[in-house]
């Protein structure tokens, strides 16, 4: 069960950064052309906001399955299994956290370049810190793991 946990949060980890990406993409243009949030932008953001959601349940599962994360005091002094136990968990909270206040509070505003800067904003400083978890990670952007 922990194998397949893991490559299904290693996949599911290119599925929201491609959805990211696109959705800063978009909202980049839209707030620099001062377009409406189109439908378009919506599901973008709702597609996100699913594929973050599944990664973290994905994510929470695979927090107490895996041999990785061990639950001690002894943990603190390796690099790694602090980086499981603490750090990974951490900043990919923020980022999640980040993510959802970013779609939660765009709803609220009216102006559809308002929405569109909320949305970039939050979704950018959201991405450096999943690239900056990725890369302490030591396991590699692009690696699946097994």
Do not use: C
Not at 3 to 15: A, E, K, P, Q, T
Not at 28 to 35: F, I, M, N, P, V
Not at 42 to 56: G, N, P, R, Y
Not at 84 to 90: F, G, N, R, Y
Request: net charge positive; no cysteine; hydrophobic share 55%.
């Amino acid at each position: 069960m922990h194998s397949f946990l893991l490559i299904l949060h290693s996949l599911n980890r290119f599925v929201l950064l491609l959805l990211l990406l696109v959705v800063l993409y978009r909202t980049l243009t839209g707030w620099l052309a001062k377009s409406d949030f189109s439908k378009t932008d919506d599901k973008l953001s709702l597609f996100l906001f699913i594929s973050t959601h599944t990664q973290l349940l994905l994510g929470l599962i695979l927090y107490f399955v895996s041999p990785v994360v061990i639950f001690s005091g002894a943990s603190m002094k390796d690099s790694v299994a602090r980086y499981w136990l603490v750090e990974h968990l951490t900043g990919m909270l923020i980022a999640i956290i980040l993510i959802t206040i970013g779609r939660i509070s765009m709803k609220k505003l009216s102006s559809g370049q308002a929405k569109h800067k909320r949305m970039f904003v939050l979704n950018a400083v959201a991405l450096i810190v999943i690239l900056m978890m990725i890369a302490t990670s030591h396991r590699g952007f692009f690696s699946i793991s097994w």
